[in-house]
């Protein structure tokens, strides 16, 4: 068999990532920011979550508070915009659309990237990857990177380096780069840069003499496996090449739902905490039901700012749930435990709950004692039908129910319009 006959049955994987997401679909809307310093902002218009790569020249860091940027905004030319997700989760299913195009084998990774599957020569390949570049930026208007590899983690590694390195134009074939340069790249990378590698797994690496990605490749994957994990010896043997994370075709194995905001106004009270933790309650309740899971342990937490130098109280609670469970009672009731510790007068700047231990609905019957009245009518199913029908905030129970309008919610003053999920919203063209 031949080289190129060889080389086309063997499947590699891309993976596509949109560059600067929040702020390149904002521009494919509004032109008038192409080439202008741009930040997308966090809930109630916090700290930058997406910068343009004029604002990253400009030395704005990921998650510096928008407060400390607003002096300088005007003197920069930086435009801070309010997240919209309504506008972000249209542009990202229709990339994601488009990409599927291009292969059957497609695995949605997040909002703003995807992984395909796909086979053919190193020419076909960096052909593909052209193909899909162009296809996404003109047909929805966003600019996208390609990285190709035999792998998951070398194909991040790709994009990377083709997002970073002008010679790419954005499409980087692995293998097509000679080994000395990749070689090169992997040396001066901290190793601290691949994926799953974080800070804390990073400072044990480096306790081992292993500072680059060049120095992790080249770790003996037993090794690796003994003093860390069995996840850790894969991205060894990712990166020297063998596939060991599978594509998925539906990201599924959920092990937490976390329901958490930050205010718009800060609460003070706990009668106010109390309707943040009935509504969450009642929402995790509706997502559970959603996914046919129960969850067995609850997480209720609430906490002040970090940058109010005057209150500093971070309250929670683990609440053991009597039994495997989505009915909105027993959650609502569990996330209640939290009021206790609240400190009336502390301005509370964000609150939460998680749930954790979840497992498929049915999967247990309980013993004819501890059985629930409220679960066997399955009220969370029927929240969140209402819910999908008429909209949030159409029906409620207790504390979180629809009287009164909540004045804890998402604050959005620098909104953009939701040009493509709104009617009254919709762009306007004029013709000459």
Request: overall charge positive; some cysteine; glycine content about 8%.
């Amino acid at each position: 068999m031949s080289k190129p006959t060889l080389m086309r049955l063997m499947p590699q994987i891309a993976h596509v990532d949109v560059n600067s997401f929040y702020a390149s679909a904002e521009r494919a809307f509004d032109p008038s920011l192409e080439g202008r310093p741009v930040i997308v902002l966090s809930n109630n218009d916090g700290c930058a979550v997406t910068r343009s790569p004029e604002a990253k020249a400009l030395g704005i860091a990921m998650g510096e508070p928008w407060f400390k940027l607003a002096p300088r905004a005007k003197e920069w030319g930086l435009v801070a915009l309010s997240s919209n997700y309504e506008l972000y989760g249209d542009i990202s299913a229709r990339v994601m659309e488009l990409l599927g195009r291009y292969s059957a084998w497609l695995e949605v990774y997040s909002i703003d990237e995807a992984f395909l599957g796909v086979k053919g020569t190193p020419e076909e390949l960096r052909a593909l990857g052209r193909t899909m570049k162009a296809t996404v930026r003109r047909n929805v208007g966003v600019p996208v990177c390609v990285g190709i590899a035999p792998t998951k983690t070398l194909a991040k590694l790709a994009n990377k380096w083709a997002k970073n390195n002008p010679a790419f134009d954005g499409v980087c074939h692995w293998d097509s780069v000679p080994v000395p340069e990749r070689e090169g790249l992997m040396r001066r990378l901290s190793v601290i840069e691949i994926w799953g590698v974080a800070t804390r797994l990073t400072k044990r690496l480096n306790a081992l003499g292993i500072h680059t990605i060049l120095d992790l490749s080249r770790a003996d994957p037993v090794m690796i496996r003994d003093r860390f994990s069995v996840v850790m010896m894969r991205t060894v043997l990712e990166l020297q090449g063998t596939p060991c994370i599978p594509m998925e075709e539906e990201r599924i194995g959920r092990d937490q739902l976390i329901f958490s905001r930050s205010f718009a106004t800060p609460i003070t009270t706990a009668a106010g905490i109390r309707q943040v933790m009935s509504v969450y309650g009642q929402q995790a309740s509706a997502r559970l039901a959603k996914h046919g899971l129960q969850a067995k342990v609850l997480t209720a937490f609430a906490g002040t700012s970090h940058f109010n130098p005057n209150d500093t109280s971070y309250p929670s609670v683990c609440v053991p749930l009597p039994m495997p469970t989505a009915d909105p009672v027993i959650l609502t009731k569990a996330a209640h435990a939290l009021l206790p510790r609240i400190c009336e007068g502390i301005r509370y700047a964000r609150a939460g709950i998680m749930v954790t231990d979840l497992r498929p609905s049915g999967n247990q019957a309980p013993l004819a004692l501890f059985e629930n009245a409220h679960e066997e009518r399955h009220i969370g199913t029927l929240l969140e039908d209402i819910t999908r029908r008429y909209g949030r905030g159409s029906i409620g129970m207790g504390h979180g129910g629809i009287r009164g309008g909540p004045d804890w919610t998402m604050k959005r003053d620098m909104l953009s319009p939701r040009y493509t999920t709104h009617w009254d919203e919709l762009p306007l063209v004029k013709a000459a």
